[in-house]
C-alpha cells in the first residue's frame, strides 16, 4: 500500500475484514463492522481532503504550510517566490517521501486561492502546471492586487 502522496483506495486497506469470533465486550474489543467503517471514511477522507493548505503573506512570505504527506511536520517548505503584483509562484518537490520511505510523485490537479483580505472584493484564481503552482489575486476592481491568503491544493 502507498499513501499521500498518492491517493488511497477502499483497496490500499484489505479486503472487508469479518469477526473470527464475536465481539464479548466492546468497550476492549474492536469488531470488524467499527474496522471496515474506519477504512471506508479514511479512504474516503484521503481521495477528497487537500494535499497541500498554506498561507501566504501578499508579500510571498510562507506563513504556514500543512502537507498531508508531511504528518510529522519534518519536511522542508515549499517555495514560494512574488512574481509581480498579485502574482504567486509555489513551487513543491516532484516527489516527496511516503510513509515507508520510498519517494513518490507528486501530481497536483487542482488548487484553490482564497484571499484574506478585511477590505472585501478580493478574489483569487489558479493554474496549475506540473508541482508548480501560479496564484493570482485580485482585488474588487479586477485589478491584480497584492494580498494575504490560502492556497489549498488537490
Known amino acids: 500500500m502507498s499513501g499521500f502522496p498518492g491517493r488511497p483506495a477502499r483497496s490500499h486497506f484489505g479486503p472487508t ?3 473470527a469470533q464475536p465481539v464479548y465486550d466492546p468497550s476492549k ?3 470488524a463492522q467499527a474496522i471496515n467503517l474506519l477504512c471506508w471514511q479514511v479512504a474516503g477522507a484521503g481521495r477528497t481532503v487537500p494535499l497541500a493548505v498554506l498561507l501566504i503573506q501578499g508579500d510571498g512570505a510562507l506563513l504556514l504550510q500543512q502537507l498531508a504527506f508531511d504528518p510529522r511536520g519534518k519536511l522542508e517548505n515549499v517555495d514560494v517566490e512574488k512574481t509581480g503584483t498579485g502574482v504567486y509562484k509555489v513551487t513543491f518537490e516532484a516527489a516527496y517521501p511516503n510513509e ?14 482564497a484571499p484574506q483580505s478585511g477590505t472585501g472584493g478580493f478574489y483569487g484564481v ?23 491568503f490560502l492556497l489549498q491544493v488537490w
Open 17 to 19: 475484514y469479518r469477526n
Open 29 to 31: 474489543e474492536l469488531g
Open 100 to 113: 515507508g520511505g520510498v519517494m513518490a510523485t507528486l501530481t497536483p490537479r487542482a488548487a484553490l486561492v
Open 126 to 148: 489558479a493554474n496549475v502546471a506540473g508541482s508548480v503552482i501560479t496564484a493570482y489575486t485580485y482585488n474588487a476592481s479586477d485589478a491584480a492586487a497584492d494580498s494575504k
